[in-house]
Every structure is written in structure tokens, then in C-alpha cells.
């Protein structure tokens, strides 16, 4: 990414350098030693492995994206279990992917230090759903460690590899968005080692690796012992810190929620009236500090973002141990959607019995009139194009209602008009699973559509599954050449790897032979001759074929990234005003952002500043009117087509 | 140096507003003042509404808190539109001539835009066409972001006793290299000198009222 500054990352001990939190979640794993990374891109968590894999080669560590989180996971935690310091990251629902082997991780525990970061996203900025996963670590026995920032994310990380590997258990880092993706300055504290252990070895104990029942049953034991030594601990800074003891109100503020229960009380200059216990130990529920606190107050206020989790378990701690304190949550601040100072303040203020009312937000008229921004996909985007040619086709062949089950991707933005060709959006791979289903159950043609990356995320088992299950769902698999929607990754398709040296490529199309399935390839770009393949691919199905469809065609903003690289420039479209009737059907059958109608005016133009020469307008206006006005250069249709564009990485 | 200012970025998705955030905060830090910037990332980014906090010199809690943005940079004007419950009463605006309407969508003009940010901002609303002068001084729109803070600095003076042009001019080079450093300066030299022709004439047509 252009905004990380080249090699910030290694900067010396002593340097003041401004990071992303992901960024100073990496740097603090390489200066712990830690050498091997795994993960597999979901937002907010990218940038933590991209920005490792920028360095790798430089300090010798490996890192990987993996097919999936699951498979990050297993790679990581083996590498800890053979005792070299490992990591793994992932997005909240990815962690639900790698639920399996977390769970047993936290049996059978570790040897060398490792962390799994769960980037959680309250507010559901860029997911399906908002999941609390500090839950996860009860279910796992694994302990949480959340930071209140990006400047205690660089340190914490540190103390969380040295807590794991004393307790020899994973430890689960967490982060939320507002973490993640805030910028701080951290000063370092010291240099990326350059003695790290990254060779290690496994020993054969069958008792701790191998869960079968009896020895799942010991592991549990094993699990249980270090989660009550942890429970009981007599934790203090920078895990546990209790701030102004002795007073009769407290709040208890688990991870960044402590940044907002800070700026509450200096608007409230309330920090002299409340006793302030600041958790970076979030789960388990440190038990001394919390009886410690409640020994003194007559009233806790956990604020916590998200689930009650550290509030019902204080609520258990107090229970168990018959303190009196009484124990507010959830009554005074929100439960779903990311806090703010907003969101926080007023609670505090009526738990601490003072006036408040916040100041009237400043509004005009006008601002009711400005219409939802959703993301849109980016002009010269392949999937709209791939969307087009689906429903041309299914019109040619008078295929109504047809179902198109959808996926997670820049794609999933198809479910608006005029496309809604994503009809469901659920998780990872889920279009085809709920494809078969679907199609078992309904009469009418049932499509899958599904992204590159995320076909081999979990795309793969379902194919399979419909072959085996002699289902009645077509495949389509958007093959853009990259991880588009959290800032292109490579995949195993793509032929790079994570630090950008070649790699195999591993066909879809092979892929999906092998499985079973009639294998149609599109590139839509020349959209005639899609449109005439894809009915044919159709009418294949129709007549009861196993088949999917491979749509290749580059990402229209890697294509102008490799179009400034080589200078091999792309078309450029207009409209000619003689020509345009105003008709609007390149407005309403492509929705393109390049496409604008000016105010007051009655016939569409093409902001030039933003065409990336695709050619569907073109191909959709009915009286001829949408030109090339600027011709790309010779053989500008490989920056599109092909997957390795010569003289370019 | 202990001033605190929010300063709130909006725009669409793809225009550089991530890209700007940056920069601000790597200029602050250069400048040795304390900064945390808040980001929105992923799909979010594919040409939707976007906002940046920027708080300087405010301790760790990242959100601006409604009705508190000090300073307002809107890289296009329907999103200063929708972000102004954000900004505080006399907060300074400086707003990019450039509407870009959602597809499918009617919205209002930026005549509209205009006068209503002016109703309620008055004389503290700078309203520029950064995109077309981008492309005259640096040879592309995508530097209007860097010319808008030439702007936000040049009339806000509580933005430039924070963090100096100088110090942006060392971010610039930390941030980019090359070719794009190149751009980069020129649109936010450019930006500085339209923001002091603007803020002077604010001021003397201030004065003569």
C-alpha cells in the first residue's frame, strides 16, 4: 500500500514511527522473536501480514497467506508447537472458520509463544455481522488480551507472547476496527531482533497432540489448571491497572473502551469521584483486582463495547464470592454498534448522578436530501460486466427467476440494482452449499457466484459436494486475478506469493474439471462473445450438465495500476451528445460511477478522469452514441486479460 | 503546542482521503504533537461515503464526537453535507467544487450544497474546484487532496500553529517518492497560496463589513 512508508516497519530502537495499529501489532511480534506469520486477509485485520510480508525476506521470517484462516491457524500453531514463536491473524468470522482447531489448541496448548489476532468489527463496517469474539476464549479456554490503542497494541503484543508462552497456551490478541485501522505514533522500545528461533522441534507426545478421548479428557484438565493459575493471578500493570482506589463508584473499562471512559471523565472532571479499573486482561475476568474494586464501591459500571462479557463475569465473580457491589452494564450503554464518546457519556454521567445534555448536533435541511453513499463497484469493474452478461443470457434464453446465490467479496455488491444478481450473502463459500440446497428444493435455474480467492477459501468442498450430492446448481467463479476487496492480496490462483516471488498456480479451471464439472471460460471484457458462451453454458445446464463457468478478467484498479507502471495506456469512453437520444440506459443498465448525469441536464457524460475504458456502456447504448475518445494503446487489453502482464510483478 | 483540534476528512471512496489522513498524521508526528487517526478500510472503500477522524493533540479516543470537528476537508461537497452534524458551531470548512452523485441518484446541486454549508458556517466555508486545479498544476485530480490541505492550512491558523508546512513537506517526501512526491508538493504549494489569496480577501471583505 502506498501509505506505509518503505520499510517503517524495521525502523530503529529509539525512532518515533507513525503506524497503523495493525502495523504496530507486527512490529511488536518481530521484535518478540516471533517467525512465522499465517493468515489469511479479512478486514480489519490485512495489513497486519501484508505489512510483515513487505519485510520478511529482509529479517528471515515466513509468512504466508493461506487458502483460509483455518489453514493459517494449523500452520501457526504448529510451528508454535514444534517451538518456534508463531502468529496468525484473521477478521472475527474468520475466526469461526478456524473454530475447529482453535478449540483443540486450547486442549492441548502450545510451546513456544503464540497468538491468534482477532481483528473485531463492532458496527460491522466492512462484515456480515458484528460477533463479540471474546466469547471465544471461554469456549477455548484461551485468554483475551485487548488493547485500549494502537501505542498499547505495540506493547501488549509483546507481553501477550511472553503470557503464552508461560502458560504454554495460545493466547488470543484482540483488536476491533477502531484499533486496527486508527494511526499512532509508537516509539520503539527496541530493534526487530535479529535472533530469533526459526528452527524448531516437534516431539512426539502423543498424549498432548493426539485428541483422542482419553487424552482430550487430560487436555481439558491441562486447559482448566492454567486458565484458574491465570483467573487468580495477581496481575498488575500493563494488564491490570486500577486507577484512583478507594471510591465508592467504579467502572471497569476492558480494552479500547478505556479511551472513551477516559474522555467521558475529563468532560465530566469526574476522575477525582470514580475508581477506574482498566483491563487489558479482558478474559478471564481477572478475580482479585475485580473483589479488590468491589470491596470498596457500592456500584460497578462495566462499559465495554460490544456482548456483556466482561460484565457478566464480573457479575459471576461477585456472585461467587458474595461481594455486595451492585454491577451496571448493559442498562446504560449500547449493546450492538461500536462505541463512541457519544454513545458513552451519557451513561457515565447518569451512573456518576450528574447533569448532562449534550449539545444539539448542527443540522440544515439540505442534509436530508443527500442520498445513502453504499460502496458501488469501481468503474471498468469485471463483475459488472460478468452480471451483465447473466442476465443477457438468461433473457436470450427467457430463464426466469433465476436464483443467484451470492458470496463475500467486492462482488456481493451485485445484490443492488439493476444487477441483484447476489440474492444471498451469508459467509465464505456459502453461495454454493446454499446453491445446492436451494437447488434441490425449487424449480427454477440456481447460479452460485463466487470470487476467485474465496473459491479456494471454501469454495472447493461445496463444489464437490454437488457433484457428489448430484446437484442441479451452476458455478461461477469470478476469477479478477487477486484478493480485490481488502486490498489485493495475492491468492493460490494469482502466481505470487505473500512477500511477491512466483509461486504455482493452481487452475480453477483444473480445479473444477477434476471435481467434475464442464468447464466454460469467459473473459468479459469482449462481452459479445461472453454472452454467447454463457448461453451455451446455460442451455448445457438446462439440459441437466454439471457446469460452471470461469469469468477472467483482471480487477479494473489493478489493471490502471499496471496501465501508470508501463505506461500502456487504456480507453478512454465518451458520450456524443449529437448521438445520445437521453435515453438513459447506460445509466440504468450499467451504474457505473463514470457515469454522470449534470445538473439539470437531460443527457449522461463520462467523467474521463474516471473511465477505465471497459467498454460495457458502449456495448449497451442502443443509438450508438458512446465512443472511444481516447484509444488505449497497443495491446491494452492485456492489462485486463491476462494474468501475468510481461515486464510487470 | 497543547491545542486540541479535530479535524474530520470526508469524501468517496478512491479519492485519496485514507491517503490524506496519512499524511496529516504523519506531519503531525513529525511535528511532535500528539495524533490518532481513525480510518475506515475495506469494502467501504469501493466508491462509498468515507470519513477520517483526525484528532490532534487528543489522547487515544479515536472518534470525534458529534458537534466537535474543529475543521472540516470534504474532497466532495454532498459528503460535507452529510458529515456536518459532525462539525462544531464556527467550525472551518474547506470543501472540494466537486459533486459526484451516487448512481441512480438525484441529489442536490452544488449550489444547494452551498448556500446551506454557508447558512449554517457563514464566512468560515472555502469552497474550491481542487480537482480541475490538481490536474493544471500537478497533472491529475488525484492530488486534490493534498491541494485542499494546502487550503485547510493556509486558512486555519489553528491547523498551521499545529502542524507546519514544512512538516507537510517532510511527510510528502516520507509518504511518496519520485514522481509522485513531485505532484504532491506542487498541488500542496499551490493549495497554500490559493488558501492565503482566499483567507486575506475573506478578511478584508470582513473588515470592509
Given at each position: 500500500m502506498v501509505d506505509i512508508p518503505v520499510k517503517a516497519l524495521l525502523a530503529e530502537k529509539g525512532s518515533r514511527v507513525l503506524y497503523?495499529?495493525?502495523?504496530?501489532?507486527?512490529?511488536?511480534?518481530?521484535?518478540?522473536?516471533?517467525?512465522?506469520?499465517?493468515?489469511?486477509?479479512?478486514?480489519?485485520?490485512?495489513?497486519?501480514?501484508?505489512?510483515?510480508?513487505?519485510?520478511?525476506?529482509?529479517?528471515?521470517?515466513?509468512?504466508?497467506?493461506?487458502?483460509?484462516?483455518?489453514?493459517?491457524?494449523?500452520?501457526?500453531?504448529?510451528?508454535?508447537?514444534?517451538?518456534?514463536?508463531?502468529?496468525?491473524?484473521?477478521?472475527?468470522?474468520?475466526?469461526?472458520?478456524?473454530?475447529?482447531?482453535?478449540?483443540?489448541?486450547?486442549?492441548?496448548?502450545?510451546?513456544?509463544?503464540?497468538?491468534?489476532?482477532?481483528?473485531?468489527?463492532?458496527?460491522?463496517?466492512?462484515?456480515?455481522?458484528?460477533?463479540?469474539?471474546?466469547?471465544?476464549?471461554?469456549?477455548?479456554?484461551?485468554?483475551?488480551?485487548?488493547?485500549?490503542?494502537?501505542?498499547?497494541?505495540?506493547?501488549?503484543?509483546?507481553?501477550?507472547?511472553?503470557?503464552?508462552?508461560?502458560?504454554?497456551?495460545p493466547v488470543m490478541f484482540r483488536t476491533t476496527t477502531r484499533v486496527s485501522h486508527s494511526r499512532q505514533y509508537v516509539e520503539l522500545e527496541d530493534n526487530v531482533t535479529t535472533t530469533r528461533v526459526c528452527k524448531g522441534v516437534f516431539d512426539k507426545d502423543l498424549t498432548r497432540w493426539v485428541l483422542i478421548p482419553a487424552h482430550a479428557r487430560l487436555m481439558k484438565e491441562r486447559a482448566l489448571k492454567v486458565w484458574r493459575t491465570i483467573e487468580e493471578a495477581d496481575w498488575g500493570p500493563p494488564l491490570v491497572e486500577v486507577l484512583n482506589p478507594g471510591k465508592r463508584k467504579a467502572i471497569i473499562a476492558p480494552g479500547l473502551a478505556f479511551a472513551y471512559v477516559s474522555e467521558s471523565l475529563e468532560r465530566l472532571r469526574a476522575w477525582n469521584e470514580v475508581t477506574v479499573l482498566k483491563l487489558n486482561l479482558t478474559v478471564p475476568v481477572p478475580v482479585k483486582p475485580v473483589l479488590d474494586v468491589a470491596g470498596e464501591a457500592d456500584e460497578i459500571l462495566v462499559v465495554e463495547e460490544l456482548d456483556p462479557v466482561?460484565?457478566?463475569?464480573?457479575?459471576?465473580?461477585?456472585?461467587?464470592?458474595?461481594?455486595?457491589?451492585?454491577?451496571?452494564?448493559?442498562?446504560?450503554?449500547?449493546?450492538?454498534?461500536?462505541?463512541?464518546?457519544?454513545?458513552?457519556?451519557?451513561?457515565?454521567?447518569?451512573?456518576?448522578?450528574?447533569?448532562?445534555?449534550?449539545?444539539?448536533?448542527?443540522?440544515?435541511?439540505?442534509?436530508?436530501?443527500?442520498?445513502?453513499?453504499?460502496?458501488?463497484?469501481?468503474?471498468?469493474?469485471?463483475?459488472?460486466?460478468?452480471?451483465?452478461?447473466?442476465?443477457?443470457?438468461?433473457?436470450?434464453?427467457?430463464?426466469?427467476?433465476?436464483?443467484?446465490?451470492?458470496?463475500?467479496?467486492?462482488?456481493?455488491?451485485?445484490?443492488?440494482?439493476?444487477?441483484?444478481?447476489?440474492?444471498?450473502?451469508?459467509?465464505?463459500?456459502?453461495?454454493?452449499?446454499?446453491?445446492?440446497?436451494?437447488?434441490?428444493?425449487?424449480?427454477?435455474?440456481?447460479?452460485?457466484?463466487?470470487?476467485?480467492?474465496?473459491?479456494?477459501?471454501?469454495?472447493?468442498?461445496?463444489?464437490?459436494?454437488?457433484?457428489?450430492?448430484?446437484?442441479?446448481?451452476?458455478?461461477?467463479?469470478?476469477?479478477?486475478?487477486?484478493?480485490?476487496?481488502?486490498?489485493?492480496?495475492?491468492?493460490?490462483?494469482?502466481?505470487?506469493?505473500?512477500?511477491?516471488?512466483?509461486a504455482p498456480v493452481v487452475e480453477i479451471t483444473d480445479v473444477l474439471k477434476s471435481v467434475g464439472f464442464r468447464v466454460y471460460v469467459i473473459n468479459p471484457l469482449r462481452v459479445r462473445d461472453s454472452v454467447e458462451t454463457v448461453v451455451k453454458a446455460f442451455q448445457d445446464y438446462l439440459s441437466g450438465g454439471k457446469v460452471a463457468i470461469v469469468s477472467r478478467m483482471r480487477c479494473s484498479l489493478e489493471a490502471y495500476r499496471l496501465s501508470r507502471e508501463t505506461g500502456i495506456r487504456l480507453p478512454i469512453y465518451a458520450i456524443d451528445e449529437e448521438k445520445c437520444t437521453g435515453c438513459m440506459a447506460c445509466v440504468n443498465l450499467v451504474a457505473c460511477p463514470a457515469i454522470v448525469v449534470p445538473e439539470g441536464a437531460k443527457k449522461p457524460l463520462i467523467v474521463e478522469d474516471m473511465c477505465l475504458g471497459c467498454n460495457l456502456c458502449a456495448h449497451v447504448c442502443p443509438f450508438k452514441a458512446i465512443y472511444v475518445k481516447r484509444p488505449g494503446s497497443e495491446g491494452w487489453e492485456r492489462l485486463y486479460s491476462e494474468r501475468f502482464v510481461e515486464g510487470v510483478g | 503546542m497543547s491545542e486540541k483540534l479535530n479535524v474530520l476528512i470526508v469524501g468517496v471512496g478512491g479519492q485519496g482521503v485514507l491517503t490524506l489522513g496519512s499524511l496529516i498524521a504523519w506531519a503531525s508526528t513529525l511535528s511532535g504533537i500528539e495524533v490518532t487517526v481513525a480510518e475506515t478500510h475495506g469494502l467501504s472503500q469501493r466508491g462509498g461515503s468515507l470519513a477520517v477522524h483526525v484528532r490532534l493533540n487528543n489522547k487515544d479516543a479515536p472518534i470525534i464526537p458529534v458537534g466537535e470537528a474543529d475543521h472540516v476537508i470534504a474532497l466532495e461537497a454532498l459528503e460535507a453535507l452529510r458529515y456536518l452534524s459532525y462539525a462544531r458551531r464556527g467550525a472551518v470548512l474547506v470543501v472540494n467544487r466537486l459533486r459526484l452523485p451516487p448512481p441512480l441518484t438525484r441529489p442536490p446541486g452544488l449550489d444547494v450544497v452551498e448556500e446551506a454549508l454557508r447558512k449554517t458556517f457563514g464566512g468560515s466555508v472555502y469552497v474550491y474546484d481542487a480537482d480541475n486545479e490538481a490536474k493544471q498544476v500537478a497533472g491529475s485530480p488525484l492530488y486534490s487532496n493534498t491541494l485542499l490541505l494546502g487550503i485547510s492550512i493556509a486558512v486555519d491558523e489553528r491547523l498551521r500553529r499545529l502542524i507546519s508546512t514544512v512538516k507537510v513537506e517532510e511527510a510528502i517526501d516520507t509518504l511518496f517518492s519520485g514522481r509522485a512526491a513531485e505532484a504532491n508538493l506542487r498541488a500542496f504549494n499551490q493549495g497554500l497560496k490559493i488558501g492565503f489569496s482566499l483567507a486575506t480577501t475573506r478578511g478584508a471583505s470582513k473588515a470592509v463589513r
Open positions: 497503523m495499529g495493525n502495523e504496530a501489532i507486527a512490529r511488536g511480534a518481530l521484535e518478540a522473536g516471533v517467525c512465522y506469520f499465517a493468515a489469511y486477509p479479512g478486514t480489519p485485520s490485512t495489513e497486519i501480514l501484508e505489512s510483515v510480508a513487505e519485510v520478511a525476506e529482509d529479517v528471515g521470517v515466513i509468512a504466508e497467506w493461506s487458502v483460509n484462516e483455518k489453514v493459517a491457524y494449523e500452520s501457526a500453531y504448529a510451528a508454535a508447537i514444534a517451538g518456534v514463536r508463531s502468529l496468525t491473524a484473521m477478521k472475527h468470522v474468520g475466526l469461526n472458520v478456524a473454530a475447529d482447531i482453535f478449540v483443540s489448541s486450547g486442549y492441548s496448548g502450545t510451546k513456544a509463544g503464540f497468538l491468534v489476532v482477532s481483528a473485531d468489527d463492532p458496527s460491522a463496517h466492512s462484515s456480515q455481522n458484528e460477533q463479540d469474539n471474546r466469547w471465544y476464549g471461554y469456549l477455548a479456554h484461551i485468554p483475551v488480551v485487548e488493547p485500549s490503542s494502537v501505542r498499547e497494541a505495540y506493547k501488549l503484543v509483546k507481553v501477550a507472547l511472553g503470557l503464552s508462552e508461560k502458560y504454554q497456551q466482561v460484565e457478566t463475569n464480573v457479575r459471576s465473580v461477585l456472585g461467587k464470592h458474595r461481594a455486595q457491589a451492585r454491577v451496571l452494564g448493559k442498562e446504560l450503554i449500547p449493546e450492538s454498534g461500536e462505541l463512541s464518546l457519544d454513545r458513552v457519556l451519557p451513561g457515565i454521567a447518569k451512573f456518576l448522578g450528574v447533569e448532562y445534555t449534550p449539545p444539539p448536533p448542527l443540522r440544515v435541511e439540505e442534509q436530508a436530501t443527500v442520498p445513502p453513499r453504499p460502496p458501488v463497484m469501481c468503474p471498468g469493474c469485471p463483475h459488472r460486466m460478468t452480471f451483465y452478461v447473466l442476465k443477457i443470457a438468461a433473457n436470450k434464453l427467457k430463464l426466469r427467476n433465476v436464483v443467484y446465490t451470492g458470496d463475500i467479496g467486492c462482488y456481493t455488491l451485485g445484490y443492488q440494482k439493476p444487477f441483484e444478481t447476489q440474492m444471498t450473502c451469508f459467509e465464505m463459500g456459502g453461495s454454493i452449499g446454499v446453491a445446492h440446497g436451494i437447488s434441490k428444493v425449487v424449480e427454477e435455474p440456481v447460479v452460485a457466484v463466487i470470487g476467485d480467492s474465496t473459491f479456494f477459501h471454501a469454495g472447493i468442498p461445496g463444489s464437490v459436494n454437488i457433484i457428489y450430492n448430484n446437484g442441479r446448481a451452476m458455478i461461477v467463479v469470478l476469477d479478477n486475478y487477486t484478493t480485490a476487496m481488502t486490498g489485493h492480496q495475492p491468492h493460490p490462483g494469482t502466481g505470487l506469493s505473500a512477500t511477491g516471488s512466483r | -
